[in-house]
């Protein structure tokens, strides 16, 4: 150990400081920080910017942390005993390689702020209490590699910032529309092509809100609407049009390499029972007339015309929207 380290760890301990920054100082491992696990004191632990692999843990015995910032490391790792720290408030674990998050992670009965920017996290690295995190204001989980949004986030009322900025998001689940408070969204550069209806509940479009979706590939109404403008979005997510649309738009996102052939029908028949319909436009077609239940649960069938030939039955186009 430094003698630039142990001289911090001896001020802290003399003069009862409360905060220790460590920052830059090519630590790649804390067991090697000579009493810095004897600090029971401190309420704000600083590692940014080391060489950190993992976290011992004795973590557990800085028990008195409210604040701790392993910003740009190499964690792969986490122990289990990070949720002994009852007094945390703030963690910011991002820019590191962790891969999933250690069991009972959602017993931190005070966290505010999670910071797990730039990790290779997914919806499957999440524990199952997860959502218990019901304290927080702040959850950052930009630049992974979600490609869900597990339904339980809606848990998290008290959320004011929520970033999904960067994923591989392929939908939100209805129950974003719980978290009343939200004053921040990110979702910009995922592969939304549609919003789900109950965001409408939320007031995202004032002066102090932040609303950002840029770089997905939305279905056409909705780009439309964005280059309106945030408002016209959620004016147009909040009506009954769209409220009926929406089930159907969502074949857009299920079946992106059908959807590019299916566009370029000059007719579209839409059929149900013994009748059937015809219109130039697809989403127009889906969002006026109900599609014909099939047997198979969940399964829905498309019939394309071309010069007013109905497609042969062997050449139907089958979307599951579940």
């Given at each position: 150990?430094s003698k630039s380290l142990k001289?911090?760890?001896?001020?802290?301990?003399?003069?009862?400081?409360?905060?220790?920054?460590?920052?830059?100082?090519?630590?790649?491992?804390?067991?090697?920080?000579?009493?810095?696990?004897?600090?029971?004191?401190?309420?704000?632990?600083?590692?940014?910017?080391?060489?950190?692999?993992?976290?011992?843990?004795?973590?557990?015995?800085?028990?008195?942390?409210?604040?701790?910032?392993?910003?740009?490391?190499?964690?792969?790792?986490?122990?289990?005993?990070?949720?002994?720290?009852?007094?945390?408030?703030?963690?910011?674990?991002?820019?590191?390689?962790?891969?999933?998050?250690?069991?009972?992670?959602?017993?931190?009965?005070?966290?505010?702020?999670?910071?797990?920017?730039?990790?290779?996290?997914?919806?499957?690295?999440?524990?199952?209490?997860?959502?218990?995190?019901?304290?927080?204001?702040?959850?950052?989980?930009?630049?992974?590699?979600?490609?869900?949004?597990?339904?339980?986030?809606?848990?998290?009322?008290?959320?004011?910032?929520?970033?999904?900025?960067?994923?591989?998001?392929?939908?939100?689940?209805?129950?974003?529309?719980?978290?009343?408070?939200?004053?921040?969204?990110?979702?910009?550069?995922?592969?939304?092509?549609?919003?789900?209806?109950?965001?409408?509940?939320?007031?995202?479009?004032?002066?102090?809100?932040?609303?950002?979706?840029?770089?997905?590939?939305?279905?056409?109404?909705?780009?439309?609407?964005?280059?309106?403008?945030?408002?016209?979005?959620?004016?147009?997510?909040?009506?009954?049009?769209?409220?009926?649309?929406?089930?159907?738009?969502?074949?857009?996102?299920?079946c992106p390499f059908l959807w590019?052939?299916?566009?370029?029908?000059?007719?579209?028949?839409?059929?149900?029972?013994?009748?059937?319909?015809?219109?130039?436009?697809?989403?127009?077609?889906?969002?006026?007339?109900?599609?014909?239940?099939?047997?198979?649960?969940?399964?829905?069938?498309?019939?394309?015309?071309?010069?007013?030939?109905?497609?042969?039955?062997?050449?139907?186009?089958?979307?599951?929207?579940?």
């Amino acid at each position: 150990m430094s003698k630039s380290l142990k001289k911090l760890v001896e001020e802290s301990r003399e003069k009862n400081q409360p905060e220790v920054d460590m920052s830059d100082r090519g630590i790649s491992n804390m067991l090697d920080v000579n009493g810095l696990f004897s600090l029971a004191h401190i309420t704000q632990l600083v590692l940014s910017h080391n060489k950190l692999t993992m976290v011992p843990p004795n973590i557990a015995e800085l028990k008195n942390l409210e604040v701790l910032n392993f910003f740009n490391n190499q964690i792969e790792e986490l122990p289990t005993q990070i949720s002994s720290l009852q007094k945390l408030k703030h963690l910011n674990l991002g820019m590191n390689r962790l891969n999933t998050l250690p069991r009972g992670f959602g017993s931190l009965p005070a966290l505010e702020v999670l910071d797990l920017t730039y990790n290779n996290l997914n919806e499957n690295s999440l524990p199952g209490n997860f959502f218990y995190l019901t304290t927080l204001r702040a959850l950052y989980l930009s630049d992974n590699d979600f490609e869900i949004l597990p339904p339980d986030i809606g848990k998290l009322t008290k959320l004011q910032i929520l970033s999904l900025r960067d994923n591989d998001l392929i939908s939100l689940p209805k129950e974003i529309g719980e978290l009343t408070q939200l004053k921040e969204l990110h979702i910009q550069g995922n592969r939304l092509t549609v919003l789900p209806p109950e965001l409408g509940n939320l007031d995202l479009t004032g002066q102090k809100q932040v609303f950002k979706a840029e770089n997905n590939p939305w279905v056409t109404p909705i780009a439309d609407q964005f280059q309106l403008g945030v408002s016209h979005v959620f004016e147009y997510i909040r009506s009954e049009t769209y409220k009926y649309c929406h089930p159907k738009l969502r074949i857009r996102k299920l079946c992106p390499f059908l959807w590019d052939e299916i566009a370029k029908l000059e007719l579209l028949e839409m059929a149900w029972g013994n009748s059937s319909r015809q219109t130039t436009s697809l989403v127009d077609g889906l969002c006026v007339y109900p599609l014909r239940y099939e047997t198979q649960a969940n399964v829905y069938c498309v019939l394309g015309t071309v010069s007013g030939t109905i497609l042969k039955e062997s050449q139907k186009v089958w979307i599951s929207i579940m």
